[in-house]
């Protein structure tokens, strides 16, 4: 049963619970990507990503402390459907570079949906006047934003010139 909305505080917790879910599949979909990536680069920007997600899963359950409220997922159904449109290419037969594009592809979009996610939390935090927890929020968001620059340097400079 969905929750009502009554008020922005609802959608800012509802949201809330969406991303905590989402950064979870992350979780479990960045280990698959790096064991299928075959060029060092990816490979290792996959690992280094877990671990910052995993950080900033730490950091979610410090907005709900702040919020006095228990961390609790709520199925993201957009992560999940990223997710599994990105795992084609773990499973795709082909060429390693067309396959490494293909997973830094995916991984820009699940980025994207990423910043939007924590962009709209942030001014969601502010309007609430929860100006710590936006700055929580915001510490996320500059990571997100840095690692989607840090794919398309490797895409654009190595990478995608390969899978040509």
Do not use: W
């Not at 049963?1 to 989402?22: T, V, Y």
């Not at 340097?153 to 040509?164: E, F, G, L």
Request: with cysteine; hydrophobic share 40%; proline share 4%.
């Amino acid at each position: 049963m969905a929750e009502a909305l009554n008020s922005l505080n609802d959608l800012f917790i509802m949201e809330l619970k969406d991303i905590l879910d989402a950064e979870v599949q992350i979780t479990e979909a960045l280990p698959k990507m790096a064991d299928a990536a075959s060029s060092p680069t990816p490979k290792s920007q996959f690992k280094q990503h877990l671990q910052q997600t995993e950080g900033q899963i730490q950091r979610l359950n410090q907005v709900f402390a702040k919020l006095n409220l228990k961390p609790e997922r709520e199925h993201c159904d957009g992560m999940e459907g990223l997710i599994k449109d990105g795992s084609k290419a773990l499973k795709a037969p082909g060429d390693p570079n067309a396959k490494d594009a293909a997973l830094i592809a995916a991984a820009q979009k699940v980025e994207h949906y990423e910043i939007s996610s924590y962009g709209t939390l942030r001014t969601f935090a502010k309007t609430l006047g929860l100006n710590d927890v936006a700055d929580l929020l915001q510490q996320t968001l500059k990571e997100e934003s840095y690692t989607d620059d840090l794919l398309s340097q490797t895409a654009m400079r190595s990478v995608n010139k390969k899978a040509a």
